[in-house]
Antibody, heavy 114, light 107 residues
Framework: EVQVVESGGGLVQPGRSLRLSCTTSGFSFGDYAMSWVRQAPGKGLEWVGRITRKFYGGTAEIAASVKGRFTISRDDSKSIAYLQMNSLQTEDTAVYYC??????WGRGTLVTVS | EIVLTQFPGTLSLSPGERATLSCRAS???????LAWHQQRPGQAPRLLIYETSTRATGIPDRFSGSGSGTDFTLTISRLEPEDFAVYYCQQYDSSLYTFGQGTKVEI
């Protein structure tokens, strides 16, 4: 069974940093790109970024709205992806989802910046 | 960045009716890289369709996808009560993936 579990969310003050983790099992983590998607309260889905698999260089692409503040990394030995969020702003308040490939969604973790 | 525009914003239908949801891209999208996701209230999204028309595992055949270039469609042939939800299209053709703003299917 595929499992994708986000952790690390919580309440944080503006300007501070937070690192989210995405722990996976049940699929070949190293064979897939991993993405982060967020959803502000009452809003739609916003793609945050993704990291390719190592075969394609493990390259990260970040949405313009958070570029320069957010970075994505991965540890294939642990099947974990990370989202490092710096200089957090109130508008970053959202549920953050990790997605394996295109369709392995986690349940999300809430980040509140206040 | 490829902008995806979904319409209508809201679709008001009854169980048993057919739903047709549209997704228009600001530039051509390779049909291998277009997906649809469903989000029920209070739940995480789940993948319905990938590569424009391939149903994900466990998705019933009343869901179908079609399209090419800049115009894509998700069709639900006969709405079941559990299908009332928000649907998002997503492109993963460019290096910057994007979602549409969503279509809400309501009773």
């Amino acid at each position: 069974e595929v499992q994708v579990v986000e952790s690390g969310g919580g309440l944080v003050q503006p300007g501070r940093s937070l690192r989210l983790s995405c722990t996976t099992s049940g699929f070949s983590f190293g064979d897939y790109a991993m993405s982060w998607v967020r959803q502000a309260p009452g809003k739609g889905l916003e793609w945050v970024g993704r990291i390719t698999r190592k075969f394609y260089g493990g390259t990260a692409e970040i949405a313009a709205s958070v570029k320069g503040r957010f970075t994505i990394s991965r540890d294939d030995s642990k099947s974990i992806a990370y989202l490092q969020m710096n200089s957090l702003q109130t508008e970053d308040t959202a549920v953050y989802y990790c997605v394996g490939a295109v369709g392995y969604w986690g349940r999300g973790t809430l980040v509140t910046v206040s | 960045e490829i902008v995806l525009t979904q319409f209508p914003g809201t679709l008001s239908l009854s169980p048993g009716e057919r739903a047709t949801l549209s997704c228009r891209a600001s530039q051509s999208v390779n049909s291998k890289f277009l997906a649809w996701h469903q989000q029920r209230p209070g739940q995480a999204p789940r993948l319905l369709i990938y590569e424009t028309s391939t149903r994900a595992t466990g998705i019933p055949d009343r869901f179908s996808g079609s399209g090419s270039g800049t115009d894509f469609t998700l069709t639900i042939s006969r709405l079941e009560p559990e299908d009332f939800a928000v649907y998002y299209c997503q492109q993963y053709d460019s290096s910057l993936y994007t979602f549409g703003q969503g279509t809400k299917v309501e009773i």
